[in-house]
T-cell receptor, first 115, second 118 residues
């Protein structure tokens, strides 16, 4: 069975601080996909990144970076020099090959960035 | 631009009313669509998997007679909340993907429907 754990319920930082959001997943599949989504107060889901299980390369996109470690089943997300506009709920998600690619979400981490 | 359109964005109606929510893939054919429900300050919980031309697959604990899903075409899935009650008030969001083989495209999500039952 697939499972996604985001242990941090809420994080509060001051603008310009770096912040890392943790994500740990469980799966029995060898082929799977990991995602991060941002959900601002308006409610829509904003896709941030997808990573497949065969690609452990870390990725950087502007102030965002992701660290995928299969050895620890983790897919952590770091925001560098945080900004107030980064305030949102961030979801880590997992999609399995054998699960018909249905996406299971973690509980989410609510990030507050204060000016 | 949006690749998945969800309509309506907000519904307020009286208890006992049935409400239909549409999810359309705009520029691709979606053999599979997913319906999620999100209660305030909670995560998205998968309700069901909608398969074009066949019956939906419901997750454990989701009443299939309460939440009717129809996926009659490759671009449209509908979720009908039948005889809605206040406890059905929630944020409903759909997603669609054209998964082929082992190539999984990121699931594209609609903007969600906020349902409020009075």
């Amino acid at each position: 069975a697939q499972k996604v754990t985001q242990a941090q319920t809420e994080i509060s930082v001051v603008e310009k601080e770096d912040v890392t959001l943790d994500c740990v997943y469980e799966t029995r599949d060898t082929t799977y996909y990991l995602f991060w989504y941002k959900q601002p107060p308006s409610g829509e889901l904003v896709f941030l990144i997808r990573r497949n299980s065969f690609d452990e390369q870390n990725e950087i996109s502007g102030r965002y970076s992701w660290n995928f470690q299969k050895s620890t089943s983790s897919f952590n997300f770091t925001i560098t020099a945080s900004q107030v506009v980064d305030s949102a709920v961030y979801f880590c998600a997992l999609s399995e090959d054998t699960g018909g690619f249905k996406t299971i979400f973690g509980a989410g981490t609510r990030l507050f960035v204060k000016a | 631009g949006a690749v998945v359109s969800q309509h309506p964005s907000r519904v307020i109606c009286k208890s006992g009313t049935s409400v239909k929510i549409e999810c359309r893939s705009l520029d691709f054919q979606a053999t599979t669509m997913f319906w999620y429900r999100q209660f305030p300050k909670q995560s998205l919980m998968l309700m069901a998997t909608s398969n074009e031309g066949s019956k939906a697959t419901y997750e454990q604990g989701v009443e299939k007679d309460k939440f009717l899903i129809n996926h009659a075409s490759l671009t449209l899935s509908t979720l009908t909340v039948t005889s809605a009650h206040p406890e059905d008030s929630s944020f409903y969001i759909c997603s669609a993907g054209a998964a082929t083989g082992y190539s999984n495209q990121p699931q594209h999500f609609g903007d969600g429907t906020r349902l409020s039952i009075l």
